[in-house]
């Protein structure tokens, strides 16, 4: 039951050792403070949440940094156009250190809602831009560098191994880089480093380096960064499949040639898209991005919903979004809550009646069984789907409910969906639906058949319906969603 993970650099699915035994640093690729982030963001945030949780249940201890790029992401992506956080500052009539800072905060806010653990290291663009100086130096004294109008840029010629990661062949990345012309550069793929403040322009994010006033290259700020805090070469590194072309090949290529160590990073892993409208990706620049805000908490939904919807596709499959399937995810997860309120109410009443199970050896090794199955889907390449069938396997088992509970919580340490703290605060029923099942429950003693179901109706109306079992009436909140 050996770890196993999918590579983008070598497209193979591998078993997972670190370099150094028992550890792991890893590194995730973090937003662009510029505007809110949108869910299909979120989905990659959540994946790579899997993954570290996944790590720490196979004993692993983890490093994991993640970067804020709040100066140098242009609106082109690669390296014409406005930075986007100075035009996130005239859209909002702010300065763009104010856009910055808001945008991180609720970014932040975004992943505790959806139970993500924070990283160990969130580190800011704009804190680094003396180590960006200094490996930018390193990539000009070893020639891999050059001067021209607009700013400093790497020569992805002189990098033979430019194409390791993306698997394409270099005409097809030309073709994609030339939608950006820079007729000075001296090759399509060639991508800045540094950018220079055009002549008579005031940036209000800019500083002084060896080259001229201006401001760094969006992809240099993940290699001077992950190198100052997780060395030269490390573990893992992820984000979304569209930075495996672009900004991904440009790091590995700007970090393997700085420093002269390759692998750089020994995994690479790469969440797929989350689509609507019939398939289309969700962008940004598309235009049709939806927040967490106003798609999952206005519209009524739980963000751990969200979560709970991701985590029914695997990481690498492209992801449907609408709102129907929101309603889906409310439902499963609510049932899966009710489910474990069940067991847990059952628990109480088997104790307090003197019905505690006495099948405990048989009972541990059955549930182990069901540990390890969950273990195997797992540590096979995050498979999140086969996981949660596990879980629902569980809960329909004969297992003591004591044992499944035990289980089912420590799958929790993985699939992130707060199931200890759900089952902990169980919705009060109101005093007027307690007190008509009070009656239909008289009622029915009295064999008055017509007024208990009158009555039932009438809880019904109220929003609760009130189901009959051996153990007594029980009275449930109806799903409206």
């Not at 139970?115 to 960006?132: G, M, R, S, V, Y």
């Not at 992801?319 to 309120?341: C, K, P, T, W």
Request: with cysteine; net charge positive.
């Amino acid at each position: 039951m050996k770890l196993r993970l999918h590579n983008t650099l070598t497209k193979k699915k591998e078993e997972f050792k670190p370099l150094k035994e028992g550890s792991v640093k890893m590194y995730a690729c973090g937003p662009t403070v510029y505007n809110y982030a949108h869910i299909g963001n979120l989905r990659t945030y959540i994946f790579e949440d899997i993954l570290k949780r996944a790590l720490f249940y196979n004993g692993f201890k983890v490093k994991h940094v993640m970067n804020v790029t709040d100066v140098g992401h242009l609106t082109g992506d690669r390296d014409m156009g406005e930075d986007k956080i100075e035009t996130g500052a005239k859209r909002e009539g702010k300065s763009a250190w104010e856009i910055a800072e808001y945008y991180t905060r609720t970014f932040k806010d975004d992943i505790k809602k959806l139970n993500i653990l924070e990283p160990d290291i969130l580190c800011k663009a704009t804190d680094h831009i003396k180590e960006q100086i200094k490996m930018i130096s390193a990539l000009e004294k070893k020639g891999y560098a050059y001067k021209i109008s607009d700013g400093m840029y790497f020569d992805t010629q002189k990098f033979s191994a430019y194409t390791k990661l993306s698997h394409k062949n270099l005409a097809s990345l030309k073709e994609g880089a030339r939608v950006e012309k820079n007729p000075e550069k001296r090759n399509a793929t060639d991508f800045a480093l540094w950018k220079f403040t055009p002549f008579g322009v005031k940036r209000q994010m800019e500083w002084d380096s060896p080259w001229g006033k201006g401001f760094p290259g969006w992809h240099i700020e993940c290699s001077a960064m992950s190198v100052k805090y997780l060395g030269e070469q490390f573990d893992i590194h992820c984000g979304g499949i569209d930075h495996i072309d672009v900004h991904h090949t440009n790091e590995l290529a700007q970090t393997e040639a700085a420093t002269g160590k390759s692998p750089w990073v020994r995994f690479w892993l790469h969440g797929a898209f989350l689509n609507v409208s019939g398939g289309k990706k969700m962008a940004k620049s598309g235009g049709n991005f939806l927040t967490l805000e106003n798609a999952v908490i206005k519209k009524g939904f739980n963000p751990l919903a969200y979560r709970f919807a991701t985590l029914n596709t695997h990481y690498r499959k492209p992801m449907e979004y609408s709102e129907i399937a929101m309603v889906n995810a409310q439902n499963g997860l609510n049932h899966l809550y009710n489910q474990l309120r069940e067991l847990r109410r059952k628990m109480r009443y088997n104790q307090s009646a003197g019905k505690a199970g006495r099948r405990r050896a048989t009972a541990e090794n059955a549930s182990q069984e069901f540990k390890e199955k969950f273990l195997s889907a797992m540590n096979d390449d995050l498979n999140m789907p086969k996981a949660l069938a596990v879980a629902q396997d569980l809960l329909k088992s004969k297992l003591p409910d004591k044992e499944k509970l035990a289980a089912i919580l420590d799958f929790d340490r993985v699939f992130g969906l707060s199931f200890k703290e759900a089952i902990g605060k169980e919705e009060a029923t109101p005093e007027e639906v307690k007190k008509l099942a009070d009656e239909r429950e008289a009622a029915r003693e009295k064999k008055d058949w017509k007024k208990s179901d009158e009555l039932r109706d009438k809880i019904k109306t109220l929003g609760y319906t009130v189901e009959d079992s051996g153990e007594g009436a029980r009275i449930k909140k109806i799903n409206t969603k």
